[in-house]
T-cell receptor, first 114, second 113 residues
């Protein structure tokens, strides 16, 4: 078990640019989640996958955000035309997807939009 | 749908006890507890399912009161390593227990010598 890996750890970008983050889940896990966390807040759900199928997107997620999980392995989260309000820690988590399965979080990608 | 955690912050001396509460306005299927240290990822502590189970992890235990729609996390004889922010995550849709967790805003716990 090598854990959940996220890249890059930090990303600084200018407003209006596009950014893409990558998450490599624990290989045995079929569920993959993206959460966003800002200072002093709990993780906020963005979207999740069961294998390669994207099952749900948060209503808070604007159409500038898109996520993929080709072949049910790693996942990418892309933010187009970044805004300063997108600055946050983006956390990826994976699990077996049952009611008793805990989430295993990666160390996150910290995005700063200037 | 976001659960409400209380207190928002607490400071303890080593060896003291604390209770962190997590309340929901909706019926719960399960409650997860996680601890996050500064600059690190949240780490899983325990899951409680409806039925009032009490789980334990080291000197940390939790209860789940289905009727009151709340869970409590008990930290006994706290150690410096317990410092961090504690989050509860709830499954808000009742029966499936299999939908994305909704997290509270967290309780910041500081243990001092």
């Amino acid at each position: 078990d090598t854990g959940v890996s996220q890249n890059p750890r930090h990303k600084i970008t200018k407003r209006g640019q596009n950014v893409t983050f990558r998450c490599d889940p624990i290989s045995e896990h079929n569920r993959l989640y993206w959460y966003r966390q800002t200072l002093g807040q709990g993780p906020e759900f963005l979207t999740y996958f069961q294998n390669e199928a994207q099952l749900e997107k948060s209503r808070l997620l604007s159409d500038r955000f898109s996520a993929e999980r080709p072949k049910g392995s790693f996942s990418t989260l892309e933010i187009q035309r970044t805004e300063q309000g997108d600055s946050a820690m983006y956390l990826c988590a994976s699990s077996f997807g049952t009611a008793l399965s805990p989430l295993h979080f990666g160390n996150g990608t910290r995005l700063t939009v200037t | 749908q976001q659960p409400v955690q209380s207190p928002q912050a607490v400071i303890l001396r080593e060896g003291e006890d604390a209770v962190i509460n997590c309340s929901s306005s909706k019926a719960l299927y399960s409650v997860h507890w996680y601890r996050q240290k500064h600059g690190e990822a949240p780490v899983f502590l325990m899951i409680l399912l409806k039925g009032g189970e009490q789980k334990g992890h080291e000197k940390i235990s939790a209860s789940f009161n289905e009727k009151k729609q709340q869970s409590s996390l008990y930290l006994t004889a706290s150690q410096l390593s317990y410092s961090g922010t504690y989050f509860c995550g709830i499954n808000p849709r009742g029966n499936s227990g299999n939908t994305p967790l909704v997290f509270g805003k967290g309780t910041r716990l500081s243990v001092i010598a």
